[in-house]
Structure formats: structure tokens, C-alpha cells
């Protein structure tokens, strides 16, 4: 700040750190979910949710490329993007996301950063991150360009009181969600298909 009073006529502060980094039109909730049934939970979620576009976050190579696998093997349209596949490649399925030939990108932190999906409609943080602040910039992959999103973050118990300290420290709210029965997933599930037919039967009549 010296040096630019220094050298510059009225230089004014701009500050693009703490306080500012939540995106006040995201929705944050969690579920308490123990880890041998994470990767069903997370299903039955996508299937609540049915989100339009979404990104799943994972801490590891290994749980990207298994939770990847795990997707398209319950018909999901799915890629995986890791530090290992290659700029050209994760160029190509960032855009195909984009351009909504793709449904769900399953990634480490390699695209938390920097790229801007205006679009997304919802992340998924597998995992907790290690660094808190990394919280903040996977949530913020969503809601952008004013519009909204949701951040979902699945949790062990022992890991509830760490996330609910990121939100305080982050000032947002958090919401904790019971995770849905069989029962209301179908439900929610009969309800999209009625709706379905019903405007496939207007545009018909």
C-alpha cells in the first residue's frame, strides 16, 4: 500500500479475500452419513435431487475414479477429472458439462478453482476437504451469475462439528437434512414421471 501511494493518484483498496467468499445465493445443507454407506447415500440423493448439472467432490484419486465407476454403472452420465488426465481432456469435459451433454463430473480439487460453470445447479462434496478453505471455493462452483445452487456435503459423525465450524467462520448457514427413505425417493420419483407424462399429453392434445 505504501508503494502504490507512492507511485499512484488516489489508488483505491480492493479486497478480494475474507468476508466475501460465500455466494449468498447458495443453499448449504449436509447429511450425517456413515462411510460404508456413502456411495449409496449419495445416489439416493441424486435421485431426490435430480439435478440438471452437478459436481461430486472427492479428497482422493482413488475415491474419483471408483465413485466415477459407481455412477455410470447406475446409468448415470459420468466422467471423472484428476490431476492425472491430461489439460486438452479436462478442457473438453468441463465444456461438454457446459454445454449439457454431460450430467456429472466427479472430481479432486484439480477444477475447484477457476473455472466457472454459470450454469451448474449443484455440487456434491463427497468428503469434507482438508483445507477449510477449499469448502468454500467447491461450494462456489454453483449458484454463479446470480444465479442459485446448492451445496450438499455428506459427513461422518465424528466430522459434523468441523463443517459446522467452516460455516461459522464463513458466516453461512448450514442446514442439516435426515436422509431421505427408499419410500420418499420413489415418491419424489413418481411425481417428476406424472409430471412428465402430463406435458408430453398437453403437447399432445
Known sequence: EDLAHSFLRDPERLILSRGQEVVTTLEHMYYVVPALQKDRMLLRLIEMENPDSAIVFCNTKREVEYLSQVLKNNGYDARHLTGDVAQNARERTV??????????????????????????????????????????????????????????????????????????QYHFEIAKRELPTPEEVASRTGERLLVLLETEMTGLA
Not at 463427497?126 to 451469475?145: K, L, W
Open 95 to 168: 465444456q461438454q458439462l457446459r454445454d449439457g451433454t454431460l450430467r456429472f463430473i466427479v472430481a479432486t480439487d484439480v477444477i475447484a478453482r477457476g473455472i466457472d460453470i454459470s450454469d451448474l445447479s449443484h455440487v456434491f462434496l463427497y468428503d469434507i476437504p482438508e483445507n477449510i478453505a477449499v469448502y468454500v471455493h467447491r461450494s462456489g462452483r454453483t449458484a454463479r451469475a446470480g444465479k442459485t445452487g446448492i451445496a450438499i456435503t455428506l459427513c461422518e459423525d465424528f466430522e459434523e462439528g468441523r463443517l459446522l465450524a467452516i460455516a461459522r
